[in-house]
């Protein structure tokens, strides 16, 4: 691991006064309209006002003011977060007339934010955090301790109940978040640990020397995380199951133009890239500016050391982006004073002179390593040259395709049923196990809207295949074309033919392995679908329940059982299904397509760490981890049918 800068040391001048808290608005319509805020109400959102809190106090830490922080779940489901910064002021704001606490918890676009004076970064650019928060709260209490005394103010979703009092003396300086989600408001107020921990820990590997600590009291669960070695440790950890090309990340950091600029990279023996990109911590899942730099940059000092050592004949193409990204693991991190992010949710960097401040930094970081580490340097381009024959048989296998029509959808594969909406957005395609399956579904179907896309076996496992592999396999290039609108680099969602692709395959074991490669591949190929809400899994019934003349259609076990109970006192028959080629038509088509009947889950990627590390995990070559994956959670399985 190579350091190429030090970071600017963070400005510990001046003081955090009442003064400091500029005033935009106040709270209107966040009760009425939380998704606005938080995006949705569901668990997502919930988990969402503890990020809003916690990124609060990792504000503070990038301000260097704060080392640890300790995230509680109380029994009650209520969360605590506890920071050693600053602590919130508490004097008498001078545009508000109120307590500056009272400001920052109470009004909409308030906080220390937008003078550019106390944080030079802040993950919360919208000053909206705090307010909103305790605006979805049933009650809020925040304690504060500053100059040797503790001061408290309660709300009542968002309302104080009272001025800040000073309660006591302290001994330590911070600030005690405690708050409790309206469930008035939120569809469940039931935390879940892991997924909270998770985020927790990213944010420890993006702050390096901030300690952060969540106990869960409900199961007595506690997870601390702390990573000297920051972003680094964090890439080390996302290709801990792969097999390394060098042993420890490429890691540059640096400064240029006012944004510090933070990346580490990796290579491995794998096909799939895995990058992730944060701005003033928040992940940016869209990327931006910041990533179009690393990558612009990683290109060009690739192509400039493999010339330059002589790695390439002269009259060689040059690497392409997609050849050098490859097996590529890399955290790309910057701090700037003004992020521009695209809404709320922070999705997209937009700043367009961090582009080139990214660029400049990771150029020169990655010259200067490949200089000092031949050997690893000449891993790393062999691998990128392999990729580059790879993927050149895969255009070239993709223009063939092509010029035969298909991939971009002008010449549709023959075991296709289309529609006949010509509008995506009022048209569906069922992708399905095999062909009685398919047959049921055409005849089930309404052809006016509704797609099918029979496959036959199982395709390809996109995990272990390299490009040219991928495309050769006749049922992905069946997906591919029907779909219309090409994969990886080249996929265009203005293109996509339906705006439901429904994956629908049997209850059982071998209906779950197609579904989950497909998924991988949707994951790796078209994550374009996903993040647009377009990919979508049926929920056929397992059960059908004939109780006299009557018939119950039921999804799961515990439906079952409940159902049973109501029964108790009839002679009952029950049927389980373990393929939908078992269901006639009418059957298929009231229980598992009938948009006005059927039950379908959306495929969503909250944690994209995660889902990039199971899916390694799942279907990978590498067999330790997948054993370790299914003897965790074999426990836990439902509705398995062998």
């Known amino acids: 691991m190579t350091q190429v800068n030090s970071p600017n040391t963070p400005n510990h001048q001046g003081e955090y006064s009442a003064a400091d808290i500029t005033v935009l608005g106040g709270l209107e319509a966040v009760r009425l309209r939380p998704g606005m805020y938080i995006g949705s109400t569901d668990q997502r959102g919930l988990h969402h006002l503890a990020y809003e809190i916690i990124y609060n106090s990792i504000d503070e830490s990038m301000a260097g003011f704060c080392r640890h922080i300790q995230v509680t779940i109380h029994q009650d489901n209520s969360v605590e977060v506890v920071d050693d910064g600053r602590g919130i002021p508490v004097e008498i704001h001078p545009t508000t007339g109120v307590s ?3 400001t920052v918890m109470t009004t ?3 906080g220390a934010k937008f003078g550019g004076q106390t944080y030079k970064v802040s993950g919360g650019l919208h000053g909206v955090g705090a307010s909103v928060v305790n605006a979805l709260s049933s009650w809020m209490r925040v304690d504060v301790r500053r100059d040797g005394k503790v001061y408290r103010q309660e709300y009542s979703r968002g309302i104080p109940k009272a001025d800040v009092k000073e309660i006591g003396e302290a001994g330590s300086i911070g600030t005690t978040v405690t708050f409790l989600a309206d469930k008035d408001i939120f569809s469940t107020t039931i935390y879940d640990f892991d997924v909270l921990a998770e985020r927790i820990r990213e944010m420890a590997y993006l702050n390096k020397g901030l300690e952060l600590s969540i106990k869960d009291e409900r199961t007595g669960v506690e997870k601390t995380f702390y990573f000297e070695g920051g972003i680094a440790s964090f890439v080390r950890h996302l290709n801990r199951t792969r097999t390394t090309l060098h042993s420890l990340p490429i890691y540059i950091s640096r400064s240029v133009n006012g944004t510090y600029v933070e990346t ?7 096909f799939s890239e895995t990058t992730f990109t944060f701005a003033n911590c928040i992940n940016t899942a869209d990327g931006g500016t910041h990533l179009t730099g690393f990558r612009t940059a990683l290109t060009r000092a690739l192509n400039d050391y493999s010339r330059r050592a002589k790695l390439v004949k002269e009259d060689d193409a040059n690497l392409t982006g997609d050849d050098v990204r490859e097996g590529l693991t890399s955290i790309v991190s910057v701090k700037l ?32 390593y490949l200089d000092e580490h031949p050997n690893e340097a000449r891993a790393i381009v062999e691998k990128c040259l392999t990729s580059a024959r790879a993927r050149e048989a895969a255009r070239k296998a993709r223009d063939l395709v092509i010029r035969k029509g298909a991939l971009d959808g002008s010449t549709l594969p023959g075991k296709l049923a289309d529609c006949s909406e010509k509008d995506p957005a009022g048209s569906e395609i069922f992708i399905v196990e095999g062909d009685s399956a398919g ?14 896309l029979p496959l036959r076996g199982k395709i390809l496992n996109v995990e272990k295949a390299p490009p040219d592999k991928m495309l050769a396999h006749e049922e992905i290039r069946a997906l591919v074309t029907a779909l219309g609108c090409n994969i990886d680099q080249q996929c265009e969602l203005s293109k996509l033919r339906y705006h439901r692709v429904i994956i629908m395959t049997d209850a059982d074991v071998d209906g779950a392995h197609i579904r989950t490669l497909l998924l991988t591949f949707f994951f790796r190929h078209m994550s374009n679908l996903i993040n647009e809400h377009h990919l979508f899994i049926a929920q056929p019934p397992l059960y059908r329940i004939q109780a006299g003349k009557e018939h119950f259609w039921v999804y799961s076990d515990k439906e079952k059982e409940e159902k049973l109970k109501t029964l108790s006192e009839k002679k009952v028959e029950i049927q389980r299904y373990k393929g939908l080629g078992e269901m006639s038509p009418e059957q298929l088509w009231s229980t598992t397509m009938n948009p006005a009947t059927r039950t379908i889950l959306r495929v969503d990627v909250e944690d994209a760490v995660k889902a990039d590390e199971t899916f390694h995990k799942l279907m990978s070559e590498e067999v330790p981890p997948r054993k370790a994956f299914i003897q965790a959670y074999a426990k836990s399985v439902r509705n398995l049918d062998i």
């Open 100 to 102: 500056a606490l009272q």
């Open 108 to 110: 909409l676009h308030a």
């Open 264 to 270: 580490a990279v990796q290579y491995n023996d794998g």
């Open 337 to 368: 004073a003004n992020p521009q992010f695209e809404g709320q949710t922070k999705g997209k960097l937009g700043n367009a002179e961090v582009k080139g401040n990214v660029e400049t930094a990771v150029f020169d970081g990655v010259i200067q």
């Open 439 to 452: 047959g049921s579904a055409k005849q089930g179907r309404d052809r006016a809207f509704q797609a099918i």
